[in-house]
Structure formats: structure tokens, C-alpha cells
């Protein structure tokens, strides 16, 4: 249980162009989704919190007009980086907080991450 | 502010042994939870385990558990009878209350390298 997937696994585009990135949760209903980036060999940073009907929260410095949240339903929130530079190269992984978690209610459990590479 | 610090950027430990990720964290939130997640090279977060600040006794998950000394803020996690596989990276990240809204917060993590 407690699967999260994410698609695509990696992209590559031309500087200038917009890239969507999906995070499904497959086996149960997230009202949250979170969304981080992590450059190479650093941690993860959170971008923005993401709940199901409703704008999202970005951290500080994130801006929010180059990267749109849109959480329509209880399993799927997209992130959409638009006009992609090189410097927005990144890891990008969401998580998904299960909403009637048994044990762990608060229990984030991570997408497999997209790797995207701006040329 | 929360903050989590992970001193130890690599660790190095022979398999079938035990070793100790470090995590210490600072929080004015009176209930906080402490995660360990494992990272492999794949890139995928994998959930170790969970202490609430709550609770009594110390969180374990098969071979991880976690050493929680709450008076000096502290959360190490103890991977007992290292295997090759578990070679990867190591983040420890609390969760704080109220209007937080379950966001979490991580520390830079630990290279762990399990040799034969």
C-alpha cells in the first residue's frame, strides 16, 4: 500500500519550453501533496504544498507563476514548470499524505522523482 | 523554525554490523515527529520509520530503530546487521504541528557504504 507514482521519470526540453510532471497516488486519497526539488548530492527542498481543491502554498523564493500547482482531484497533482531555463535542471519528487492513514496518518510517502534537464 | 542537523556527510560500516546515523533537531513545537527516509542511488524516498514526540517507548521497524533522546534532541537511527543494500543515503526530517500543515523539513543526509 501507500504508492505514489510519478510521470515522467525524466524529460529533457529546449530552454523556454513547459514541462508538466504528474504525482499519482495509486492506493488511497491524498488531500495533500507536497512538492520538492533536490540539486545533486544536496537534500530536498520543499516547493509547495499542494491540497486538493484549492491553490497551493509555496515556500519562500518559490515562484509561483514559473511553477504551477494544480491539485483537481484526491490521487493527482501535476506541477508545470513554465518557460524552463538550464538553472531549473533539478530532481523533482512529490509526496503524498495519506488521508486516513492507520497508524501513521502524517506519513508522507514519496513519488519515485523526475529528473529534468533543460537545455 | 525547525531545523535538523545531520553531521556525518558519509558513513562506512562492514556488513552484518551495526551502525549509527546521527540526526539531532531543534523545534519550539510543543508535538513534532521525527522520519527517517533511505534514498538510493534509483532516487526514490524510502519510509524507515517514525517517532512522535510523544511517544513513550522508542520507534523500531525491523532492522531499524530509532534512538530517541528527546531532552537533547536527538533521533539517531541504528541499523542493526548492515547489509550490502542498505548502502545509500540516509535523511532524517521532522514534521511540526498547527498551522504547519505536516510539512517537513530535512536534514543535508548521511552517505551510508556497507562493505563485504
Known amino acids: 500500500g501507500a504508492v505514489v507514482s510519478q510521470h515522467p521519470s525524466w524529460v529533457i526540453c529546449k530552454s523556454g519550453t513547459s514541462v508538466k510532471i504528474e504525482c499519482r497516488s495509486l492506493d488511497f486519497q491524498a488531500t495533500t501533496m507536497f512538492w520538492y526539488r533536490q540539486f545533486p548530492k544536496q537534500s530536498l527542498m520543499l516547493m509547495a504544498t499542494s491540497n486538493e481543491g484549492s491553490k497551493a502554498t509555496y515556500e519562500q523564493g518559490v515562484e509561483k507563476d514559473k511553477f504551477l500547482i494544480n491539485h483537481a482531484s484526491l490521487t493527482l497533482s501535476t506541477l508545470t514548470v513554465t518557460s524552463a531555463h538550464p538553472e531549473d535542471s533539478s530532481f523533482y519528487i512529490c509526496?503524498?499524505?495519506?488521508?486516513?492513514?492507520?497508524?501513521?496518518?502524517?506519513?508522507?510517502?514519496f513519488g519515485p522523482g523526475t529528473r529534468l534537464t533543460v537545455l | 523554525a525547525q531545523k535538523i542537523t545531520q553531521t556525518q556527510p558519509g558513513m562506512f560500516v562492514q556488513e552484518k554490523e551495526a551502525v549509527t546515523l546521527d540526526c539531532t533537531y531543534d523545534t519550539s513545537d510543543p508535538s513534532y515527529g521525527l522520519f527517517w527516509y533511505k534514498q538510493p542511488s534509483s532516487g526514490e524516498m524510502i519510509f524507515l520509520i517514525y517517532?512522535?514526540?510523544?511517544?513513550?517507548q522508542n520507534a523500531t521497524e525491523g532492522r531499524y530503530s530509532l534512538n530517541f533522546q528527546k531532552a537533547r534532541k536527538s533521533a539517531n537511527l541504528v541499523i542493526s546487521a548492515s547489509q550490502l543494500g542498505d548502502s545509500a543515503m540516509y535523511f532524517c526530517?521532522?514534521?511540526?504541528?498547527?498551522?504547519?500543515?505536516?510539512?517537513?523539513?530535512f536534514g543535508k543526509g548521511t552517505l551510508l557504504t556497507v562493505n563485504p
Open positions: 517517532q512522535g514526540s510523544y511517544d513513550q
Open positions: 526530517a521532522m514534521r511540526g504541528s498547527g498551522g504547519s500543515n505536516y510539512k517537513l523539513t
Open positions: 509526496s503524498a499524505k495519506d488521508r486516513q492513514g492507520p497508524i501513521r496518518p502524517d506519513t508522507q510517502y
